[in-house]
């Protein structure tokens, strides 16, 4: 009994691409339709075979699916929204794969028709690639989802799309969107944030040279590099549509840069240590719930 | 013709032991001897034969040597030299690893006896682990050693020490020390402090619990606890011996970020899509320049 029997993704990029490619390996006998905004994405889907049709827009996409999964830039919800909602059949899930939830809510659920559900969802995965290309069958193995119903859903609604998800590999978590918000602020939008800002401070510097900085980058900052080239699109979009939750947790992390910036200036080496030791048990847990691998140097390093 | 046939290495956490099984495995002739401050250190590498002989003391250590490296945290510089100074013979070459380098010339420069010549060293490499079971003999193969020889430091010595490190596998560059402290500060030192901040803020923030930065780190989190789970003493004295450039570099930082603090605020979509658009051209340059794995996400993912 799959929960879901035809589907529709709009929006083919890393993550739509990926769905995709996890639905056609785990639940073989669904349905699948797709759109992308730009047609050479379109093009190469079909030569991929990634899904049984590609649709020309997304209202073409949503015609007949019993779960609609938006996977554009948060930008888009608003213009997407408008041309899927004539389309969709009463009795279709509708839900998304944005990096902030509060924000679908508000701009998608207005736009719905009345039999239409929303159950907003964010798989915490993803890759600094960016394509139908870069997408991936495993991507959401072992990662977590996130579903931000509203309240007032129907359990058994938010049960379904939590057993898609869970089919795909993905362990299942439902929080309030407001909440999701915060919590995503703090462990990827401001981290996207810092090594973005930090990746621009480094290259725009005087006196260092950009080839400088390339060449010494094993001393740390190539770990910064590697999200800072996450999609630039997609990310504005977190950043503009998750403001309060951002700039929350930003004025936390400049008090505490401010911290340590005071501590180095006046040599207190007690409390560089102390700040310094509380780390470790972090990566440990980590390692331990399974996000992250245990090998050195994320297992770059031949040792 | 092996630049040196007798060398001793004091300290022999990662980098010492990387080092001892470095010279091994590309300079089996070369005798090595060495030491730690921590008896259970020096039991461990004389367990696994790192070195042909594990001396109790630095002083003991150097006797003969005609290279020694100081692979200690900077702060305990000024103590090693002091015991090294009287035992070390006339044409010895002092040299280290350390992460900053115009705290070795001030501090290690005074102590050294006349005929002994100091030429700081710093090989871009590492990982977050510690110790002398951490180590492998690959560690310095294509990363970049950086000497930063005082004027007047004859440059068959240099030249010297750097074929020492290019037989380690090593790419090696010659700069000047406050040079180096400036551009390490941007590549590595302040990659390190916001990385350690980060992980600090996260920790301690009100509203979201710690099981859930572990949860959904997989964000972009859990790319910071790698460098944050780096070895506390050793950055401690990171900071507190490269101070000044580690102050100039932030103050940018601190700037930058507040710039797209206020983009965010205001709602700035271009100036924030331009910003992180830069990025990816600095990501490229680095896997080209060999210094990062081109594999998405570090090779961490299956896809």
Same sequence: chains 1, 2.
């Avoid at 001393?219 to 080239?229: Q, S």
Wanted: with cysteine; net charge negative; glycine share 10%.
């Amino acid at each position: 009994m799959l929960p879901f029997s035809r589907v529709a993704i709009i929006g083919l990029g890393l993550i739509g691409s990926s769905l995709a490619r996890a639905v056609r390996q785990h639940m073989p006998t669904v349905h699948l339709t797709g759109t992308d905004i730009d047609e050479a994405v379109r093009v190469r889907v079909h030569e991929l075979g990634l899904v049984d049709d590609v649709a020309d827009s997304p209202g073409a996409a949503v015609v007949d699916a019993d779960l609609v999964i938006l996977a554009v830039p948060l930008g888009a919800f608003a213009s997407v929204g408008a041309e899927i909602a004539p389309e969709l059949s009463p009795g279709t899930l509708v839900s998304d794969v944005g990096s902030a939830k509060q924000t679908v809510i508000d701009t998608l659920g207005p736009l719905l028709p009345h039999g239409v559900q929303l159950v907003p969802a964010h798989p915490v995965a993803g890759t600094e690639r960016s394509g139908p290309d870069a997408g991936f069958a495993q991507l959401f193995e072992g990662r977590w989802c996130i579903l931000t119903p509203q309240p007032g859903t129907p359990e058994s609604t938010v049960t379904r799309l939590a057993e898609f998800w869970t089919r795909l590999g993905s362990k299942v978590d439902v929080m309030d969107a407001r909440h999701h918000d915060l919590v995503l602020a703090v462990t990827s939008h401001i981290p996207h944030l810092i090594a973005y800002s930090i990746v621009g401070t480094a290259a725009d510097l005087e006196g260092v040279t950009r080839g400088e900085v390339i060449k010494y980058s094993a001393g740390g900052f190539r770990d910064f590099t590697r999200i800072a080239a996450s999609d630039p699109t997609m990310w504005r979009d977190v950043f503009l549509t998750n403001k309060d939750a951002v700039l929350e947790v930003l004025g936390r992390v400049s008090e505490d840069i401010a911290a340590l910036q005071r501590a180095i200036r006046w040599g207190e080496g007690d409390t560089l240590f102390q700040r310094f030791s509380q780390s470790r048990d972090i990566r440990r847990a980590i390692v331990e719930a399974g996000q992250d691998t245990a090998a050195p140097d994320f297992g770059r390093n031949p040792g």
